[in-house]
C-alpha cells in the first residue's frame, strides 16, 4: 500500500477493537435478508462486467484493505457476513475485484473486470465514517481513469448509515423525531438519485439501485425506535423512488433498474420455512449457527440473504428473458382455434344431407399441441379435454348450415411459465354441394382463459401469479369433390384459413420482479391441400385416413412489451416469430351405424411441421331428429 493519510492511520489498530469502535458505522448498511434455493447460484448470474458502489452489503473486504489490517474473529473475510456479498453472488465469476481501496489510494486500473468500490459504513455523501463515502467513491473511479462499458451492470446500493447514524439523536427529542428523520431520509435518498445521474452522465447503460429494506423488523431494533426506524426507511424508498423516475425520463438511454427490497424481505419473514430458515431473529454470531439463520449480526443477512439479494436482482434484469414465455399464450390461442376449425369442419364435412331433420352430434374431445422452442421461440405445450356438441340441417339439396359449440380445458406450460387454459367458442358453418363437387365455409371464435397462471422466479421458491385472457377468431373456407371407386371414396380438397389471436394486457403480482404486460396479437392465413379416403367395411361401417399438407402464407405476430411494476427500469420489448402453418397432416377415423338415426365415430388428426407437433381426436355421436 502506499503511504496513509493521518484518518487512515488513526484507525489501524487491532482488528478487534477496530471493530468494536466502529460497529455503529459498520453496521450501518441495508439488507435483505432473505434466500433463495440451494444449487441455483449458476442460474442467476450475469456474464456482463459489475461495477459495485454501495456500503457494508456490497464491501467485499475494501474497508480492511484499506485500514491495513488482516480481520479475524468474525469478519475474518472481510466482509460483513459469513460469506461472499450480493454482488460476487451474481457475478458469472463468483469474484469482484477488491478495487475500492487499491483505487482510492492510486493503485489498480479499473477500467475493465468486475470492480467493488464499496466500504462498510459509507454514506451517500462525502463524509468520511472514517471510509469513503459513496460520493468519493465515485469520485475516486473516475479519478483513477474508470470508464463505463455499454454492457457494464452498475449497483449502487446506500442510504442505511446516514439513517442509522442519525436515528438516535433524532429519537432523543420525541416531538420532532418524524420531521428530523424524515429529512435525513430525504437527503440520503436525493444523494442517491444524484450519484445516479452521474453514473447515466459517466456512460453507465445499466444502472441496479437497490431501495431499503423495512428498517422496523430488523433485529438491532427489535425495541424502540422500531417504529421511527421504520418510518425512515420507507420515507427514504418513497423519495427515492420518485427521484429515479426524474433520473430516469431525463436518460432514455440508460436502464434505472430501482429494486424493491421492502416487498421481498416482508415475503421471506412472512414465510422463512420456505427457504429453510428457522431463526429470524438472533444474529448467528449469537447462536453460532448460520445455517439456518436469516441475520449475521443485528442489521446484515447471512449468505443466505446475500444469495437472494443477487436472485432479486437477476430476475429484474432478466424480466425480458423471462416473460419471452408469454407470446405462447397467444400461440396456444391461435392453436386452439386452429383445433377448434378443423374439427367443426370435420364433422360438417361428413354430412351431404339431412333431409328434413337436424343432425346433432357430442363428442368428447382431447388435445395436445407442443413446440420444441428456439432461440426466438419459446417451448411451450397444452393439454386440453372437453366437450363438442352442436347440429348440422339442410337448408335445401344444395345448401345446409351447421354450429358447432365448443368448451375445453387443461394445462400447458412454456418456459417458466404454467397456467390452465379453457377455449370456449363456436363455429358457424355453411356449405353447398353441386354433385360430387362441395365448398364450406365458416367462421368461429374462442373466449381464451389462462388460469391458474404462474411464472417461476428464477433461484428464489417464489412464483409470480396473473389471470390473462384473450379472444381467438377465424374464417376458414374449403372445396373439393367426392370421387368414388368401387367401394373407396377419395376427397381431394383445398382449404384457406385466416385465424388471429389476441392475448389482452394483465399484471402479474408476486414478490420480485412483477411485471404489466402489453395484450398481444397473432394472425396468419394458412393454405392447406388434403387427400382424404373413406372406405365401407359393412353396411353400417366405415373407415377413413387422410393426409395433407399445410403452411403459412402470410402472418404477424406483435412484440412482448412487458413493464416492471413499481420499478423505474425501461419497459422491455421480445420480439417474437409468427405463428407456424402446420405442416404435414394425418389423419384417421371411423364410424358405426347404430341405427338409422344414430352413430358412433372416432376420428384423429395430427400434423407436424419444424419443431411443433399437434394431435386432437373425438369420440362421440351423431342422431337425427
Not at 465514517?129 to 459513496?134: A, C, L, M
Request: hydrophobic share 45%; glycine share 12%.
Amino acid at each position: 500500500m502506499t503511504k496513509m493519510t493521518a484518518a487512515q492511520a488513526r484507525v489501524r489498530r487491532p482488528m478487534r477493537a477496530l471493530l468494536k469502535t466502529l460497529a455503529p458505522a459498520l453496521l450501518g448498511s441495508t439488507v435483505l435478508p432473505a434466500a433463495f434455493l440451494a444449487g441455483s447460484v449458476s442460474a442467476q448470474t450475469i456474464t456482463n462486467r459489475i461495477v459495485s458502489f454501495g456500503d457494508s452489503l456490497t464491501d467485499n473486504g475494501n474497508a480492511f484493505a484499506l485500514v491495513g489490517a488482516q480481520p479475524t474473529g468474525p469478519y475474518a473475510s472481510g466482509r460483513f457476513t459469513n460469506d461472499r456479498v450480493f454482488v460476487e453472488y451474481l457475478a458469472a465469476s463468483g469474484t469482484l475485484a477488491r478495487s475500492g481501496a487499491q483505487t482510492l489510494v492510486g493503485g489498480l486500473p479499473v477500467s475493465t473486470g468486475n470492480a467493488d468500490f464499496a466500504f462498510g459504513g459509507s454514506r451517500t455523501d462525502t463524509l468520511a465514517t472514517p471510509f469513503p463515502g459513496i460520493q468519493t467513491q465515485i469520485n475516486g473511479f473516475v479519478a483513477a481513469g474508470g470508464r463505463f462499458n455499454a454492457t457494464d451492470v452498475v449497483t449502487l446500493w446506500g442510504g442505511a448509515n446516514d439513517l442509522f447514524q442519525n436515528i438516535a439523536t433524532a429519537a432523543a427529542t420525541p416531538a420532532t423525531a418524524q420531521a428530523v428523520f424524515g429529512a435525513t431520509a430525504t437527503t440520503a435518498a436525493t444523494n442517491t438519485v444524484r450519484e445516479t445521474q452521474q453514473l447515466a452522465s459517466l456512460g453507465a447503460r445499466t444502472i441496479v439501485v437497490l431501495g431499503l429494506p423495512d428498517f422496523s423488523r430488523l433485529p438491532a431494533f427489535a425495541g424502540a425506535p422500531a417504529q421511527l426506524a421504520g418510518f425512515g426507511s420507507a420515507t427514504f424508498n418513497t423519495v427515492l423512488l420518485q427521484g429515479l423516475a426524474g433520473v430516469a425520463a431525463a436518460n432514455p438511454g440508460a436502464n434505472i433498474v430501482s429494486i424493491d427490497t421492502t416487498t421481498a424481505f416482508n415475503a421471506v419473514l412472512a414465510n422463512p420455512g420456505q427457504f429453510g430458515i428457522t431463526n429470524t431473529t438472533t444474529p448467528c454470531l449469537i447462536t453460532g449457527t448460520c445455517g439456518n439463520a436469516l441475520f449475521y449480526d443485528g442489521v446484515h443477512p447471512t449468505d443466505i440473504g446475500h444469495r437472494i439479494v443477487a436472485a432479486v436482482v437477476f430476475n429484474n434484469l432478466a424480466v425480458g428473458q423471462s416473460i419471452n414465455a408469454v407470446s405462447s399464450l397467444a400461440d396456444i390461442g391461435f392453436e386452439g382455434r386452429r383445433t377448434a376449425l378443423l374439427s367443426s369442419f370435420e364433422q360438417f364435412g361428413a354430412v351431404r344431407s339431412t333431409g328434413d331433420r337436424t343432425e346433432f352430434f357430442l363428442s368428447a374431445t382431447g388435445n395436445h399441441v407442443e413446440r420444441d422452442g428456439s432461440a426466438s421461440r419459446p417451448r411451450f405445450d397444452s393439454t386440453t379435454g372437453g366437450l363438442r356438441f352442436g347440429g348440422i340441417r339442410s337448408i335445401n339439396e344444395n345448401w345446409r348450415a351447421g354450429l358447432a359449440i365448443n368448451a375445453v380445458t387443461g394445462s400447458g406450460r412454456s418456459n417458466a411459465i404454467s397456467f390452465d387454459p379453457t377455449h370456449i367458442g363456436a363455429d358457424v358453418l355453411v356449405g353447398w354441394t353441386q354433385g360430387a363437387y362441395f365448398v364450406n365455409a365458416g367462421i368461429g371464435a374462442d373466449f381464451i382463459q389462462f388460469s391458474d397462471y404462474k411464472r417461476q422466479l428464477v433461484g428464489l421458491p417464489w412464483q409470480n401469479t396473473a389471470d390473462p385472457n384473450g379472444y381467438t377468431f377465424s374464417v376458414a373456407g374449403e372445396a373439393g369433390l367426392h370421387y368414388s371407386i368401387g367401394a373407396i371414396e377419395l376427397t381431394p380438397q383445398v382449404r384457406l384459413s385466416y385465424l388471429r389471436a389476441s392475448l389482452n394486457s394483465f399484471a402479474e403480482i408476486g414478490n420480485a420482479a412483477t411485471v404489466s404486460v402489453n395484450g398481444r396479437a397473432a394472425d396468419g392465413l394458412t393454405g392447406a391441400v388434403e387427400l382424404k379416403a373413406s372406405a365401407r367395411l359393412t353396411d353400417t361401417a366405415k373407415v377413413t385416413a387422410l393426409i395433407g399438407y399445410e403452411d403459412l402464407l402470410t402472418g404477424a405476430a406483435d412484440f412482448v412489451r412487458a413493464q416492471l411494476i413499481n420499478s423505474t427500469a425501461q419497459p422491455v420489448a421480445v420480439g417474437v416469430r409468427q405463428p407456424l402453418g402446420a405442416g404435414l397432416l394425418f389423419g384417421a377415423g371411423a364410424q358405426a351405424q347404430l341405427t338409422p338415426d344414430v352413430a358412433l365415430f372416432a376420428n384423429y388428426r395430427g400434423s407436424a411441421l419444424n419443431d411443433i407437433t399437434h394431435h386432437q381426436g373425438n369420440i362421440g355421436l351423431t342422431a337425427k331428429f
